[in-house]
């Protein structure tokens, strides 16, 4: 039995890692299949070395493989299995954090970023079968960040980001589901859990 890959994607503060374990807990309550949380960056020390890279200035192209070194890591070990035991995974971003942001970070030095970023990527990534996209507006959700604020963290970049976000969200809109973060969790949860489960029919 094959099992089915959601991701939650939005700019930094618009709340994915408080409705992935939200979600996660429905998933728990409501189906009787494994429920396995993740993310990217991931935990492994390849995601330390991205989460290392983030603090640094760094060329961004050599930033864009340490991102896909980490992906590759996490499809093969923990995606792939997960979906062969029929599992449902809930990663808390994904290929589209990748898209969104390195194709802003490489915008002008490739023709088309986003272009050549999901060619970079088509032979080993596995499409989620749902993608859920808080929409936020910038200002809001950096007045959220309570941590010290990392190098993509600021308002005229996730401006950038949610650009590119709504871009791609509009070129596949069988996959995403857009929902406004500027509600409170629990209604989010509710919202996105509901439209995953008909979507998906679990
Ligand atoms: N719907 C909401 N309304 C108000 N505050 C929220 C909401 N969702 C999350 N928050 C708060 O906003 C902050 C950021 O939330 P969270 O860590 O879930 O976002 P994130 O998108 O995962 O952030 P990042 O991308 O920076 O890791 C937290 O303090 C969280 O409690
Ligand atoms: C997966 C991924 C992430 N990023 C960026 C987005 C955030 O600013 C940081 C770290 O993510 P977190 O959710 O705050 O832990 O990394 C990116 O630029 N490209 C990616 O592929």
Redesign the pocket.
């Known amino acids: 039995m094959k099992g089915k890959l959601i991701t939650v994607e939005?700019?930094?503060?618009?709340?994915?890692?408080?409705?992935v374990q939200k979600l996660g807990e429905r998933f728990k309550e409501e189906t009787d299949k494994q429920v396995l949380l993740t993310k990217e960056p991931t935990d492994s020390w390849l995601g330390d070395s991205v989460r290392e890279g983030l603090k640094r200035e760094v060329d961004p192209l050599s930033e864009a493989f340490l991102f896909t070194a980490d992906h590759i890591h996490h499809v093969r070990e923990t995606i792939e299995p997960a979906l062969k035991e029929g599992n449902i995974i809930i990663s808390?971003?994904y290929s589209d954090s990748f898209y969104a942001y390195q194709g802003t970070t490489l915008q002008g030095e490739l023709e088309n970023p986003i272009n050549y970023l999901t060619d970079l990527r088509k032979d080993f990534t596995i499409i989620p079968d749902i993608t859920v996209l808080?929409d936020i507006d910038p200002e809001t959700?950096v007045k959220?960040?309570?941590h010290d604020q990392i190098k993509f963290?600021n308002k005229k970049f996730l401006k950038k980001v949610t650009e590119k976000y709504n871009s791609i969200a509009n070129k596949d809109t069988n996959r995403f589901i857009r929902i406004n973060?500027?509600?409170?969790?629990d209604q989010?949860t509710e919202k996105a859990f509901q439209l995953i489960k008909n979507q998906l029919d679990l």
């Open positions: 939005g700019i930094d503060g618009s709340g994915k890692s408080s409705l808390d971003r808080l959700s959220r960040i309570k963290e973060a500027n509600q409170e969790i989010i």
